[in-house]
C-alpha cells in the first residue's frame, strides 16, 4: 500500500502564497531596467506599475534582445505572444519594482557588450520596429525558421504589419548579424 498524500493545509497554503507577494524582482533585472530608463529608452515615471502598454512591450523586447543577442542572461523565458517575445515572469518582475529611482544604477561597463546593446536600443526604440525585430530573431532561433523563410512566416504571425516594413526589418537584423 502507498501511502496518502495529506494535501496542504490553509495555513500552508497562506505561507507559499505570502512569501510569492514578498518577493523581489530578480536582482539582475533592477539595474537593467534602471539603465534603460536612465538612457530615456523606456518611460515608466517612477512607478513601473503605472507604465504605458508601449512601455512594457519595450521592456519585453529589449530584454530579449540583452539576452538572443548581446549575451546578457536573466535566465527568462520567453514565448511567441502577441506583440513578439514575452516572459511572465519578467513581467511580474518588473511590476515588483516599486519605484525605479530606488534601484541602484548598474556599473556602466559591467557587461562587456552594455555599450552595443545600448547603440542598438537607441536606435531601434521603435516599439513596432522591436516587435517585428523581436518576432524575426525568436522565429529564426528557436524555431529554427531558416533566414530565407522568415519573412514569410513572420508575415503569417504578423499581419498588422505590411510586408515591406517586416522585409526591411529583416534586411537590418541580417545585417547586424542576428539572423544567419
Known amino acids: 500500500m502507498s501511502p496518502t498524500v495529506k494535501p496542504p493545509t490553509m495555513e500552508e497554503y497562506r505561507g507559499l502564497y505570502e512569501a510569492y507577494l514578498a518577493r523581489t524582482a530578480n536582482a539582475k533585472i533592477e539595474p537593467f531596467l534602471r539603465m534603460l530608463y536612465d538612457n530615456k529608452l523606456i518611460d515608466c515615471g517612477t512607478n513601473p506599475q503605472k507604465s504605458e502598454l508601449d512601455t512594457r512591450i519595450k521592456i519585453q523586447k529589449f530584454v530579449y534582445f540583452a539576452q538572443a543577442c548581446f549575451g546578457l542572461n536573466f535566465d527568462y523565458r520567453h514565448t511567441l505572444y502577441i506583440y ?97
Open 84 to 180: 513578439g517575445p514575452h516572459s511572465p515572469t519578467l513581467a511580474n518582475d518588473y511590476f515588483r519594482i516599486r519605484d525605479i529611482k530606488d534601484v541602484p544604477s548598474g556599473e556602466p561597463g559591467s557587461w562587456p557588450r552594455e555599450r552595443e546593446f545600448l547603440d542598438f536600443a537607441k536606435e531601434h526604440n521603435d516599439v513596432d520596429w522591436l516587435e517585428i525585430a523581436s518576432t524575426l530573431v525568436y522565429l529564426h532561433k528557436v524555431y529554427r525558421v531558416p533566414a530565407d523563410d522568415l519573412i514569410d512566416y513572420a508575415e503569417r504571425i504578423k499581419r498588422k504589419f505590411p510586408r515591406p516594413q517586416t522585409e526591411g526589418v529583416c534586411s537590418e537584423m541580417r545585417h547586424a548579424g542576428f539572423i544567419g
